[in-house]
């Protein structure tokens, strides 16, 4: 059956609080962070993803204090993200404690950035963030900046030579399903997961239950990661995982 699906909370961090909100803009509070991933810890989630959305030094300082904070009180791998936009960033990071990061604009803008970061770390550490939307000519293309700047680099294309780079798996976010909660970007997700030899994990979409078994069977996902309905309590995670196993998906109970 090979390899267990993965669940993973993501959570949006800003000046120390998590936050969620929808197609990138509307944020609204979600409470702390370190009590959010020791809940997250205890009910069952595989992995973690923490996101640094304030791009200022002192939120800087802030989310690495809330790193190493974290990774005292959970027991599952954790993966964080935002501003990571040189090497030191990745070992400072790391040095807090977290197990991978994640790295999405710095990547576009500085590709041999990948190959740092496996050569000298192992490929397990570098996730490749990718957020990109379909557009009306049927193109899915990359953005950085938090949404805010579209690139001429198509989806395909680049994730293929951020596997080729070294990169152990890619986070793909579609910015057209982003909070929507209506399911994911499962024919996107599929050609993905049909090209390329690292695994990918599905972001952007989740509403109920229904679309994460979706995402696994029809989008070939080897993760799901969802925020809101695990921080609104929408969606509990043991309950999430019984369902998925009682529809044949391979899930850490």
């Known amino acids: 059956m090979g390899l267990a699906k993965r669940i993973i909370p993501c959570l949006d961090v800003k000046d120390g609080m998590t936050v969620k909100g929808v197609n990138f803009v509307n944020l609204r509070n979600a409470g702390d962070p370190v009590e959010l991933a020791r809940q997250y810890s205890d009910n069952g989630a595989d992995e973690l993803v923490f996101l640094d959305i304030t791009a200022s030094a ?31 960033d990745v070992e400072r990071m ?20 990948i190959n740092q970061i496996s050569s000298a770390f192992g490929s397990q550490v570098c996730v490749c963030a990718i957020d990109a939307r379909k557009e009306d000519d049927g193109e899915w293309y990359c953005y950085i900046k ?8 198509k989806l395909l294309e680049w994730a293929k030579e951020v596997s080729q780079r070294g990169a152990g798996e890619i986070l793909f976010t579609s910015m057209n399903h982003d909070g929507v909660k209506q399911g994911f970007a499962n024919e996107a997700l599929a050609m993905l997961a049909d090209e390329l030899p690292i695994p990918v994990i599905a972001s952007g979409g989740a509403g109920k239950r229904e679309h994460f078994l979706d995402a696994f069977t029809q989008g070939k996902a080897d993760a799901v990661l969802a925020a809101s309905v695990f921080h609104f309590g929408e969606i509990a995670i043991p309950e999430l995982k019984a369902y998925l196993s009682a529809e044949g998906i391979k899930v850490r109970i």
């Not at 994640?102 to 950035?113: F, Q, W």
């Open 146 to 153: 938090g949404g805010r700047e579209r690139t001429p680099l």
């Open 94 to 113: 790391l040095n807090a404690g977290a197990d991978k990061v994640s790295i999405n604009s710095a990547a576009i803008k500085n590709p041999s950035l």
């Open 58 to 88: 002192d939120g800087r300082k802030t989310f690495t204090n809330m790193v190493s904070k974290v990774a005292q009180v959970i027991n599952i791998p954790f993966t964080v993200g935002g501003g990571i936009n040189a090497f030191e």
